[in-house]
């Protein structure tokens, strides 16, 4: 068997040894520099094509952006999706005092950013992507960006004293997560990208109250069509952590799909040159299409 630290690695460098894709066009949705769109036509040449919002993962971390994530979103339109990849504000460069790792995510900028790109999406889409049928839109994310897929899908069931929250159910044909970070009180046991979690919600003093806003497993049910694919080999965000949420959803009265792949670990799912891409490419098509 093969040491699952040197597997995860050799994972890792086949995602990201594909170069950057350029997007047609890109879009701001506000006037800081991370509050950008961009926008990626099928290039089968097709019209009215069902519109993917991808969200990238990296732990909310500052030196992970949507450039990584370009790729898979080039693969999607391959495939003949428009695809939207968001771009939204993470946590600082810095490490906090005595910290390692660059800060996860900024409280409460990375979800008021998230709120703002999928409110706007429509709205860009339709001057800047007319191949898009903003009436099929289906959500993806990975790792963390899975965690906001999930969030974002389940904002009109947030608390009513959150600035987010929507009156109603946000106009999606569903969402795919990638190996989200779906439930935080498993992912804080676990240790998750070294306690990125407790970093994103400001620290463990505002854990209780912040968690209520920003859980997906707290936020359920939400009535929209939710897939989790996750590979069984993932020692970055565990299947444990996928496991907790589709039991929450359970105990909810919510069904969520739930794809497990055999010796696949963090990041194939992105990775175009992995078969398990395909398989997240066909779970998408099965809400769009």
Not at 181 to 187: L, N, P, S
Not at 194 to 211: C, K, S, Y
Request: net charge negative; charged share 20%; glycine share 8%.
């Amino acid at each position: 068997m093969p040491d699952p630290a040197a597997r995860d690695a050799a994972e890792e460098a086949s995602a990201f040894s594909h170069p950057a894709v350029a997007p047609d066009v890109s879009a701001a949705y506000g006037a800081h520099p991370d509050q950008v769109v961009d926008f990626y036509a099928p290039r089968d040449g097709r019209q009215r094509a069902p519109l993917v919002v991808a969200l990238h993962g990296g732990a909310w971390r500052a030196p992970y952006d949507r450039q990584h994530l370009t790729p898979f979103v080039d693969f999607l339109a391959r495939r003949g999706f428009a695809v939207a990849n968001v771009e939204y504000r993470r946590g600082s460069a810095i490490p906090r005092q005595g910290g390692t790792a660059p800060v996860a995510g900024r409280w409460p900028e990375t979800f008021d950013d998230v709120a703002a790109a999928l409110d706007a999406v429509p709205r860009l889409a339709a001057e800047h992507l007319p191949q898009a049928d903003p009436r099929r839109i289906v959500l993806t994310g990975h790792s963390a960006g899975g965690h906001l897929a999930l969030w974002a899908a389940a904002r009109h069931v947030l608390p009513p004293d959150a600035p987010w929250r929507l009156p109603a159910p946000p106009a999606l044909r569903g969402v795919v997560a990638l190996a989200p970070i779906a439930h935080f009180d498993r992912a804080v046991e676990l240790g998750v990208c070294g306690g990125a979690v407790t970093q994103l919600l400001g620290g463990e003093g505002e854990f209780d109250v912040r968690a209520r806003h920003a859980d997906p497993a707290l936020l359920l049910p939400t009535g929209i069509a939710t897939t989790v694919v996750q590979g069984r080999d993932d020692i970055v965000v565990p299947q444990a952590v996928a496991d907790a949420y589709v039991e929450a959803a359970a105990k909810a009265g919510e069904t969520v799909g739930f794809t497990l792949l055999q010796d696949v670990g963090h990041f194939p799912l992105i990775d175009p040159a992995a078969d398990a891409c395909a398989v997240v490419a066909e779970e998408i098509a099965q809400l769009a299409f």
